[in-house]
Each structure stands twice: as structure tokens, then as C-alpha cells.
């Protein structure tokens, strides 16, 4: 079975532009988590994402977006990307809040 | 809340000598705890989960962890390390949004000298 996969796994962006991260989870899954991690920070929850619907949040500005599609795939969005936004961004996987969760590589952004 | 602290930020083993990461948590319920292990430029792995069930938990490649109520540890230990060990693991308590909302130690980096 295929893990999860994040594309692209590398991203350069100005700031004040806007991003978009792509995450597949692992067939059958519903579940689709964002995590930010950064030297200073460690890993920060984002939100998670359940059959279309985010069901739980993280403590991030509006900026921070993402959705959910039909088929489970997520994609999360950065808009008027700051300086601080550089981080490698991970996306996770499970087949439901009561099963562990299974992490994808990550796609590393920086922000100049 | 829920939190966890990661007792040592570095730890620095010999090849074949044992591994003892230590975690405290902090949880206003019956937690679940698990160990994700980072190899450099890689995703994170699960290496066990505790979910109220035996309180001696086995992972992959010869880890395992005790969960103790008394002293909210649920340290990380092998046995024997291995040069492949080397890697940045993380203590985790789930959140109240169930396991998809997960809350991350700080991080312990594991060195492994020949």
C-alpha cells in the first residue's frame, strides 16, 4: 500500500505571495492532519480534516487555510506569506480519529 | 490541557550501550502517549502507542516505553543501540480532538557513537 505522499516536496516563495501544499493519504483513509515544524516551534498541529470537513483546528491565523476533497486528498493554503511561515509543512493520515495516524514526507517552504 | 516535556533535549549513546529517553505528560484525562522517531530529511514514524492497555508497551526495532500514572512518565528505552538509531524522537500525547490532533514533545536528539 502507498504512503502518504506531499507534493512538492520543496517550495521557494516571496513573501507576501500565497501557497498551496498537496497531501494524498493512504487509500481508505478519511483522516487528513496538518502539522508545521520549525526550529523554534517544534511541531504545531494545523487542522485536521475528515470527510470534507475540518473537525479540528490548531492555533493559527486566518492565513492558514485547507479543505478536504471527495476522494480524501487535502491541500492546505498559506496566503500573504510571512518570513515566519518558512517550515517544513507535514501532512498525516489515519482512517479515523481512533486509529494512529501516518505521516508523509513533508514539503519543506521558504519563504524569502 | 494536555503537554508532554521532553527531558533531554540531546542524548549521546555508545553503539551497544542502552538508550533511555525520558518524556513527562500532563493530561486532565486518561492519555494516549505514543513515540515518533525522525531520521534527517525524512517524514516521522510511529514507534509504539500507548492506549490504556498494558502498561509495557513494545515498538519496532527493540523499543519499548512503560506508561506510569504515578510519576506521568512514559520513557523510551532499547536495550542495546544501534548506529541506525540516530534520528530526533518525540514523545506525543494525543489532544481532545482524539488522536488526528496530536501534541508533540520538544524533541529528543539521539547521537550514536561506534
Known amino acids: 500500500k502507498a504512503g502518504v505522499t506531499q507534493t512538492p516536496r520543496y517550495l521557494i516563495k516571496t513573501r507576501g505571495q500565497q501557497v498551496t501544499l498537496s497531501c494524498s493519504p493512504i487509500?481508505?483513509?478519511?483522516?487528513v492532519s496538518w502539522y508545521q515544524q520549525t526550529p523554534g516551534q517544534g511541531l504545531q498541529f494545523l487542522f485536521e480534516?475528515?470527510?470534507?470537513?475540518?473537525?479540528n483546528k490548531g492555533n493559527f491565523p486566518g492565513r492558514f487555510s485547507g479543505r478536504q476533497f471527495s476522494n480524501s486528498r487535502s491541500e492546505m493554503n498559506v496566503s500573504t506569506l510571512e518570513l515566519g511561515d518558512s517550515a517544513l509543512y507535514l501532512c498525516a493520515s489515519s482512517f479515523d480519529s481512533l486509529t494512529e495516524q501516518y505521516f508523509g514526507p513533508g514539503t519543506r517552504l521558504t519563504v524569502t | 490541557a494536555q503537554s508532554v516535556t521532553q527531558l533531554d533535549s540531546h542524548v549521546s549513546v555508545s553503539e551497544g550501550t542502552p538508550v533511555l529517553l525520558r518524556c513527562n505528560y500532563s493530561s486532565s484525562y486518561s492519555p494516549s502517549l505514543f513515540w515518533y522517531v525522525q531520521h534527517p530529511n525524512k517524514g516521522l514514524q510511529l514507534l509504539l502507542k500507548?492506549?490504556?492497555?498494558?502498561?509495557l508497551v513494545k515498538g519496532i526495532n527493540g523499543f519499548e516505553a512503560e506508561f506510569k500514572k504515578s510519576e506521568t512518565s512514559f520513557h523510551l528505552t532499547k536495550p542495546s543501540a544501534h548506529m541506525s538509531d540516530a534520528a530526533e524522537y518525540f514523545c506525543?500525547?494525543?489532544?481532545?480532538?482524539?488522536?488526528?490532533?496530536?501534541?508533540f514533545g520538544a524533541g529528543t536528539r539521539l547521537a550514536v557513537h561506534p
Open positions: 487509500s481508505g483513509h478519511r483522516s
Open positions: 506525543v500525547v494525543s489532544g481532545a480532538g482524539g488522536y488526528n490532533k496530536l501534541i
Open positions: 480534516y475528515f470527510s470534507e470537513t475540518q473537525r
Open positions: 500507548y492506549t490504556s492497555a498494558a502498561t
